[in-house]
């Protein structure tokens, strides 16, 4: 991959709507002196269209009601978290969500349906970005898009890698009675979380951990190794890649479904209301 020597990289955040991760992620990303953020596809939730809720009602299906049903009401806690930040714009401690961001910043926002179609893969390339990060972002990128920065795709995984690829490996690394959980930082390619891994990071999981501390954390560390990999490109310097040992299994969880959430829910918690206030007031330092 290509590097690029000076004081900052522009930078397209993919983002998905709603998703906690990505909301921590965003918020660091902009604060670092070494990232300008030019723009930001956010992945939409699924209209209720015709076509949207004959989705909506196989997602159902799969998942469960319970499931849908806690993760209706994380998002509405959230969404009430959110409250202190724009009533008072000065609590500059509190998490942003990304509208609110690019309002204050005049960051173009492109929202989108299918992140490989035309009209979006022009709202990219107009902007002519360095780079593009996902920031768990919900959607699987093409090759046309992929090459449209100048230096590559960076993917935030919230998995250790290779072992968890696929879609919440915050939820499985607890589903699977592991005792550590991970993030991975990786180039995108047309495979799904299967590109060269740059960097990666274990942490312990507590006795009480839920999802949404593991995805927290993961977020968390996630912008750290983001950073780490964007000054070593401004310095000049290739991207290393990490060689993976022969004796690491790579694995792949697609989306749960209702089995895996009441097999889940008979150990741990999917979240709690003090953890969503402690995200969203920036309080997971770590």
């Not at 596809?41 to 469960?64: E, W």
């Not at 942003?96 to 022009?122: G, L, M, Q, Y």
């Not at 990060?133 to 890698?161: C, D, M, R, T």
Request: hydrophobic share 45%; glycine share 6%; net charge positive.
């Amino acid at each position: 991959m290509a590097t690029k020597s000076g004081k900052s990289l522009d930078v397209v955040v993919l983002y998905s709507s709603g998703h906690l991760g990505s909301a921590i992620i965003i918020n660091r990303l902009i604060a670092m002196s070494e990232i300008n953020v030019v723009g930001v596809v956010k992945a939409q939730p699924l209209k209720l269209s015709l076509r949207g809720r004959s989705q909506i009602k196989k997602h159902l299906h799969k998942v469960g009601w319970r499931f849908a049903g806690l993760l209706f009401w994380q998002r509405c806690i959230q969404a009430l978290a959110y409250l202190p930040t724009l009533i008072f714009p000065f609590l500059r401690t509190s998490l942003k969500p990304a509208w609110k961001i690019a309002s204050e910043r005049d960051i173009p926002v492109f929202h989108c349906s299918n992140v490989n179609d035309d009209t979006c893969r022009t709202f990219v390339s107009q902007l002519n970005p360095d780079l593009l990060i996902s920031a768990y972002f919900s959607q699987i990128l093409k090759k046309e898009i992929i090459a449209l920065p100048e230096i590559g795709v960076l993917n935030i995984h919230p998995g250790w890698l290779p072992t968890y690829r696929g879609a919440m490996a915050y939820f499985w690394v607890l589903k699977n009675g592991c005792d550590r959980g991970g993030v991975s930082v990786h180039w995108i390619n047309e495979g799904i979380d299967s590109g060269d891994l740059l960097a990666r990071r274990s942490f312990p999981l507590k006795q009480n951990a839920t999802q949404e501390t593991v995805l927290t954390f993961s977020a968390v560390i996630g912008a750290r190794l983001i950073r780490r990999i964007v000054r070593n490109l401004l310095a000049g310097k290739e991207a290393r890649n990490i060689v993976i040992d022969d004796d690491e299994e790579g694995s792949y969880y697609p989306m749960p479904g209702d089995r895996d959430f009441e097999a889940y829910f008979k150990k741990h918690r999917f979240f709690r209301i003090r953890d969503v206030l402690r995200s969203i007031t920036m309080r997971n330092r770590l």
